[in-house]
């Protein structure tokens, strides 16, 4: 069958996604012992090991994080005493405070916090939120004045101030108090304020290093409330907002944040704020399952002395089985996914008034209306990154693609982007394409502002001060930034990240990276286990969503459906018995067909289509079989060898057709069946002029080319 054209590749399809797998290494026998402890599988095990937990003591700590003895934030945060010293002599003495704050979900969320705990312990307060789309981000002397003007004793900074010396140093000079709320990098020099509040200035070893901003505004209020003796009816509204602000602002959901977020959850859907409610009335979102966890208070922090203080007992290693039964509770990509966008949308390309207003009213009709505003914000954002990126994809295909692994990062202008979004469309661009970056805009004739988005080995804000020169504003950390800078400084800076790009990137870091918890087959995936899932949430930022691969599974079914996603049905045959189940991967309409065979990478997810709850997998990463890839990649001489299936003798062999390799299995009769790796059509005849093209992911072709390739894999090994 050699004098026939190689096998096409089907029409429309690209190659499978470029991915780096990386598979924690499985500690079998330490995992059983932990798992022999706690009381859950030894999967659950293997994923808390994962995670850097491997003693009884440490899974105690991450299992039940209410266990934990925190110490007080007065003992953590220096300049905290201060900071609780002026807001309760502003407030005895009516003297006026403004909070000034940003128009992100972090920073709309704190400014309500605020807001709220502020005007409920007497304050006379108010705020203002630069503007996003002439000012940029953080607080600036116009609102400096503007404040001051009005007769503000005290400035309040939520999510921003810890970069803006000189509007700090104009407050002062103005003769106003500051203090200063804020979770971003540290710069080399600090602003001249009253007090700062930043967890990055605190121990790296301290449970509260990684709040966002809305965890410094959470803990000041508490603090405040529990010094003035009003915790009463304060605490939970301020948990809600701080869980919101928390997982829409990505902060690691670790130490205190775990703590916090998975108490939070367990109220957010019977909050009485009536824009948390109106915000899950409108996104459509669901309390997961019928029971419910039980909690101690809702806003206690750690401290000695203070009012509403916790009683800081030890719970034992106990059965956590009985802890992850159907929790009525919202989940993380709840509000990553629903809720946080809709607020995040009018900070992107609308008015923060109307977040803070849904926030902070107590008026239910008010905040449906907000809620409406949002959602309808949210879909006009939508339909704007939509056409970003696919405007962004044809510049890069046609101008960047094919020097990308010697740029190692894209930069990519064009006028008339929406830069509230691009940051959006840059994340999405880092998904598609495996490098850092750096999308912007022409704010004006002379400067073009932009967001930055990078990958593991790649520090956005490292790379921003290597080009400090070439930048006016800029700003961010490790995995994220923003920038802004003139004209005719674009193709140096080009030039620049790409030299700082190559500096600390190697070819094999440029494809997207899925760290993989542990292999489990199709036979495990039950609803116990996903249950048992439940006792690692919430999951997120530094706590991801367990990942889990399966080698060699066949594509039964498969659609595209939606906007370019494929919804598939995937089998895996163990001891001859074959276990199905449903998957969908999101936006993968490119890759449509998929190969018969595959190696999965994936997350559960439950589906509650009907009122029926079954457990589907959401595919992140798909490769050829390593067994088939190994036999294509290395055939040995001779590379053919016989087999038996279903009492049949079969040769089999992989052959040399053009650039490509392809196996053909023939049987008694003269036929012989041909496929190539990654092709779900094959070739069936005993000559190619009279073969007929046949659909090899069906079961009576996949299975003798399994049998064909397990002949051949022995082959490999005598």
């Given at each position: 069958?050699?004098?026939?054209?190689?096998?096409?590749?089907?029409?429309?399809?690209?190659?499978?996604?470029?991915?780096?797998?990386?598979?924690?290494?499985?500690?079998?026998?330490?995992?059983?012992?932990?798992?022999?402890?706690i009381n859950l599988s030894p999967v659950i095990s293997q994923l808390l090991i994962n995670r850097g937990?491997?003693?009884?003591?440490?899974?105690?700590?991450?299992?039940?994080?209410?266990?934990?003895?925190?110490?007080?934030?007065?003992?953590?945060?220096?300049?905290?005493?201060?900071?609780?010293?002026?807001?309760?002599?502003?407030?005895?003495?009516?003297?006026?405070?403004?909070?000034?704050?940003?128009?992100?979900?972090?920073?709309?969320?704190?400014?309500?916090?605020?807001?709220?705990?502020?005007?409920?312990?007497?304050?006379?307060?108010?705020?203002?939120?630069?503007?996003?789309?002439?000012?940029?981000?953080?607080?600036?002397?116009?609102?400096?004045?503007?404040?001051?003007?009005?007769?503000?004793?005290?400035?309040?900074?939520?999510?921003?101030?810890?970069?803006?010396?000189?509007?700090?140093?104009?407050?002062?000079?103005?003769?106003?108090?500051?203090?200063?709320?804020?979770?971003?990098?540290?710069?080399?020099?600090?602003?001249?304020?009253?007090?700062?509040?930043?967890?990055?200035?605190?121990?790296?070893?301290?449970?509260?290093?990684?709040?966002?901003?809305?965890?410094?505004?959470?803990?000041?209020?508490?603090?405040?409330?529990?010094?003035?003796?009003?915790?009463?009816?304060?605490?939970?509204?301020?948990?809600?907002?701080?869980?919101?602000?928390?997982?829409?602002?990505?902060?690691?959901?670790?130490?205190?944040?775990?703590?916090?977020?998975?108490?939070?959850?367990?109220?957010?859907?019977?909050?009485?704020?009536?824009?948390?409610?109106?915000?899950?009335?409108?996104?459509?979102?669901?309390?997961?399952?019928?029971?419910?966890?039980?909690?101690?208070?809702?806003?206690?922090?750690?401290?000695?002395?203070?009012?509403?203080?916790?009683?800081?007992?030890?719970?034992?290693?106990?059965?956590?089985?009985?802890?992850?039964?159907?929790?009525?509770?919202?989940?993380?990509?709840?509000?990553?996914?629903?809720?946080?966008?809709?607020?995040?949308?009018?900070?992107?390309?609308?008015?923060?008034?109307?977040?803070?207003?849904?926030?902070?009213?107590?008026?239910?009709?008010?905040?449906?209306?907000?809620?409406?505003?949002?959602?309808?914000?949210?879909?006009?954002?939508?339909?704007?990154?939509?056409?970003?990126?696919?405007?962004?994809?044809?510049?890069?295909?046609?101008?960047?693609?094919?020097?990308?692994?010697?740029?190692?990062?894209?930069?990519?202008?064009?006028?008339?982007?929406?830069?509230?979004?691009?940051?959006?469309?840059?994340?999405?661009?880092?998904?598609?394409?495996?490098?850092?970056?750096?999308?912007?805009?022409?704010?004006?004739?002379?400067?073009?502002?932009?967001?930055?988005?990078?990958?593991?080995?790649?520090?956005?804000?490292?790379?921003?001060?290597?080009?400090?020169?070439?930048?006016?504003?800029?700003?961010?950390?490790?995995?994220?930034?923003?920038?802004?800078?003139?004209?005719?400084?674009?193709?140096?800076?080009?030039?620049?990240?790409?030299?700082?790009?190559?500096?600390?990137?190697?070819?094999?870091?440029?494809?997207?990276?899925?760290?993989?918890?542990?292999?489990?087959?199709?036979?495990?995936?039950?609803?116990?286990?996903?249950?048992?899932?439940?006792?690692?949430?919430?999951?997120?930022?530094?706590?991801?969503?367990?990942?889990?691969?399966?080698?060699?599974?066949?594509?039964?079914?498969?659609?595209?459906?939606?906007?370019?996603?494929?919804?598939?049905?995937?089998?895996?045959?163990?001891d001859n018995q074959q276990y199905k189940i449903k998957a969908i991967a999101w936006r993968w309409g490119d890759y449509f067909p998929l190969p018969p065979r595959l190696d999965i990478a994936y997350k559960?997810?439950?589906?509650?289509?009907?009122?029926?709850?079954?457990?589907?997998?959401?595919?992140?990463?798909?490769?050829?079989?390593?067994?088939?890839?190994?036999?294509?990649?290395?055939?040995?001489?001779?590379?053919?060898?016989?087999?038996?299936?279903?009492?049949?003798?079969?040769?089999?062999?992989?052959?040399?057709?053009?650039?490509?390799?392809?196996?053909?299995?023939?049987?008694?009769?003269?036929?012989?069946?041909?496929?190539?790796?990654?092709?779900?059509?094959?070739?069936?005849?005993?000559?190619?002029?009279?073969?007929?093209?046949?659909?090899?992911?069906?079961?009576?072709?996949?299975?003798?080319?399994?049998?064909?390739?397990?002949?051949?894999?022995?082959?490999?090994?005598?």
């Amino acid at each position: 069958m050699s004098d026939r054209p190689t096998l096409q590749q089907p029409k429309h399809r690209k190659r499978l996604p470029n991915q780096r797998w990386h598979i924690y290494p499985q500690q079998t026998e330490l995992a059983q012992k932990l798992a022999s402890v706690i009381n859950l599988s030894p999967v659950i095990s293997q994923l808390l090991i994962n995670r850097g937990i491997e003693t009884p003591k440490q899974a105690q700590a991450f299992l039940e994080p209410e266990s934990l003895i925190l110490p007080s934030p007065l003992e953590e945060f220096p300049d905290l005493a201060i900071s609780l010293e002026l807001l309760q002599e502003a407030i005895a003495s009516q003297k006026k405070i403004a909070i000034c704050g940003d128009y992100d979900a972090d920073g709309m969320t704190s400014t309500a916090l605020l807001l709220r705990s502020l005007r409920t312990l007497g304050a006379q307060v108010d705020y203002a939120i630069p503007s996003r789309m002439h000012e940029g981000y953080g607080i600036n002397k116009r609102i400096v004045e503007e404040f001051h003007s009005e007769g503000v004793w005290l400035i309040l900074t939520v999510d921003n101030g810890i970069s803006a010396y000189e509007p700090v140093a104009r407050a002062k000079e103005l003769g106003l108090k500051v203090i200063i709320t804020d979770h971003h990098d540290i710069p080399q020099k600090l602003p001249p304020a009253d007090a700062i509040l930043n967890p990055k200035l605190i121990a790296e070893s301290s449970p509260y290093r990684g709040v966002a901003g809305v965890g410094v505004a959470y803990i000041l209020a508490v603090s405040l409330a529990q010094q003035l003796g009003e915790t009463k009816g304060l605490i939970k509204p301020m948990l809600a907002l701080f869980t919101l602000g928390t997982i829409a602002d990505l902060a690691p959901l670790t130490g205190v944040n775990r703590r916090w977020v998975k108490r939070g959850l367990q109220h957010l859907p019977k909050s009485d704020l009536p824009g948390i409610q109106a915000l899950i009335q409108v996104a459509g979102v669901q309390a997961k399952g019928t029971g419910e966890q039980g909690s101690r208070g809702a806003g206690e922090q750690g401290g000695r002395g203070a009012r509403g203080q916790e009683s800081n007992y030890q719970l034992p290693i106990t059965n956590y089985q009985s802890k992850v039964q159907n929790p009525k509770t919202l989940k993380p990509e709840d509000i990553g996914f629903r809720l946080g966008p809709r607020i995040n949308a009018i900070g992107r390309i609308g008015d923060p008034l109307t977040v803070i207003e849904l926030l902070t009213t107590d008026d239910m009709g008010i905040a449906l209306e907000r809620a409406m505003q949002c959602e309808q914000t949210n879909t006009s954002r939508q339909q704007m990154c939509e056409q970003i990126e696919q405007e962004a994809i044809a510049i890069v295909e046609t101008l960047y693609a094919t020097s990308l692994q010697d740029d190692r990062v894209l930069v990519v202008v064009e006028p008339n982007w929406h830069h509230g979004v691009i940051g959006i469309v840059a994340s999405r661009l880092v998904e598609r394409y495996g490098v850092p970056v750096f999308i912007g805009t022409y704010e004006d004739g002379e400067h073009i502002r932009g967001s930055a988005r990078g990958i593991p080995e790649f520090d956005v804000f490292a790379a921003l001060e290597y080009c400090h020169d070439l930048l006016g504003k800029f700003g961010g950390h490790k995995a994220a930034g923003g920038f802004s800078f003139p004209v005719q400084n674009l193709q140096t800076l080009r030039s620049r990240l790409s030299e700082f790009a190559n500096q600390c990137l190697e070819p094999q870091h440029l494809k997207p990276l899925l760290e993989i918890d542990a292999e489990v087959d199709l036979s495990q995936i039950n609803q116990q286990l996903y249950q048992q899932l439940n006792a690692l949430h919430p999951c997120g930022i530094d706590n991801p969503d367990p990942m889990f691969w399966t080698p060699n599974v066949q594509v039964v079914e498969q659609q595209i459906i939606g906007k370019g996603h494929i919804k598939m049905t995937l089998a895996q045959t163990i001891d001859n018995q074959q276990y199905k189940i449903k998957a969908i991967a999101w936006r993968w309409g490119d890759y449509f067909p998929l190969p018969p065979r595959l190696d999965i990478a994936y997350k559960l997810r439950e589906n509650h289509f009907n009122g029926n709850t079954t457990i589907e997998l959401e595919l992140l990463g798909v490769r050829l079989p390593i067994e088939s890839q190994q036999i294509f990649a290395y055939p040995r001489t001779p590379s053919s060898t016989t087999f038996e299936y279903q009492q049949r003798r079969y040769t089999c062999g992989v052959y040399q057709n053009g650039a490509g390799s392809e196996l053909r299995i023939k049987n008694s009769e003269g036929k012989v069946l041909v496929m190539q790796p990654g092709h779900i059509i094959g070739l069936l005849g005993t000559n190619r002029q009279n073969a007929k093209e046949v659909d090899i992911s069906q079961p009576q072709y996949d299975c003798i080319i399994q049998a064909a390739f397990q002949a051949l894999s022995v082959l490999s090994t005598e």
